[in-house]
């Protein structure tokens, strides 16, 4: 049973930053996509990063260019997302999720198959 377990969020002033982590476990992951989301209060769901298991290709969300930065480490089955120059707007549940690399999109929902439980960044003003 594939598992995502993320961790290190937080509350942080705005200029901040977080790293997250999500550690994967349960499967083989060489053929999957890994991604991050986020949900603010009364919102969507909506797309934040992605990166290939390889870590050859990075996809990022227009408001987070620049400011954040996916990674991962194969050895520790682990994705990271650190996060800079933090706004207030950045205030959600981040989630980790875990989808087939052949899918075509890797910004929306439907392209993952497994989710962690979500990690609470709030950034203040």
């Known amino acids: 049973q594939v598992q995502l377990l993320e961790s290190g969020g937080g509350l942080v002033q705005a200029g901040g930053s977080l790293r997250l982590s999500c550690a994967a476990s349960?499967?083989?992951?060489?053929?999957?996509?890994m991604g991050w989301f986020r949900q603010a209060p009364g919102k969507e769901r909506e797309f934040v990063a992605a990166i290939s298991w390889s870590g050859g290709s990075t996809y990022y969300a227009d408001p987070v260019k620049g400011r954040f930065t996916i990674s991962i480490d194969n050895a520790k089955n682990t994705v990271y997302l650190q996060m800079n120059s933090l706004k207030p707007e950045d205030t959600a549940v981040y989630y980790c999720a875990a989808g087939r690399a052949w899918r075509p999109i890797a910004s929306v929902t439907g392209a993952y198959d497994y989710w962690g439980q979500g990690t609470q960044v709030t950034v203040s003003s």
């Open positions: 349960g499967g083989t992951f060489s053929s999957y996509r």
